[in-house]
């Protein structure tokens, strides 16, 4: 069983895992912003404020983990349950809800994360679409026709020899 000056030292490593985490949540609102508005600088600035802010959360996710490891705790959701339950039960019950604090904070960052994910790929998706029509590449488009109905027409020629 872990001692408590051990489980001390656990507690400011989540407090700063979820801190780290709420900051990385506000960058990816900020990058949202940027791509939303398509700001290049502004998405320049977010990806090295960003790059910064993973290598401190990676630093920080290797501490617990070494921590983890080093009191014999498994790395698992039944590993960590195990070791909570050979604690007293303010003790678990206060890293528990540090943890879930830290599980839910991740939750919500990796949500921000998947949608700035999209908006970059449609962004990709809709500048090769402009670059296929205007390089005349765009062989077969869908239109709708006067009873809904979807058709396919082929383009003729690049956008320029119009």
């Known amino acids: 069983m872990p001692e408590s000056p051990n489980i001390a030292a656990l507690h400011p490593l989540i407090e700063q895992g979820v801190e780290l985490l709420r900051v990385l949540e506000t960058q990816l609102a900020s990058e949202r912003q940027a791509l ?14 960003k790059a ?7 630093a920080n996710f290797r501490t617990r983990h070494e921590w983890l490891s080093a009191q014999g705790i498994e790395l698992s959701a039944e590993g960590w349950q195990q070791f909570l339950q050979q604690l007293p039960t303010d003790q678990a019950e206060q890293l528990d809800a540090h943890w879930q ?11 921000a994360s998947l949608i700035n994910q999209q908006l970059v790929r449609r962004g990709q998706e809709n500048t090769e679409r402009l670059l296929s029509i205007l390089q005349g590449k765009n062989q077969r ?9 979807s058709s396919s027409f082929a383009t003729q020629s690049r956008l320029g020899k119009a």
Do not use: H
């Open 36 to 49: 939303e508005q398509r700001d290049l600088d502004a998405m320049t600035r977010c990806n090295e404020e």
């Open 52 to 58: 910064a802010l993973l290598a401190q959360i990676d």
């Open 101 to 111: 604090q830290l599980a839910e904070t991740l939750e919500r960052v990796q949500k």
């Open 141 to 149: 488009s869908q239109l709708y026709g006067r009873s809904g109905q």
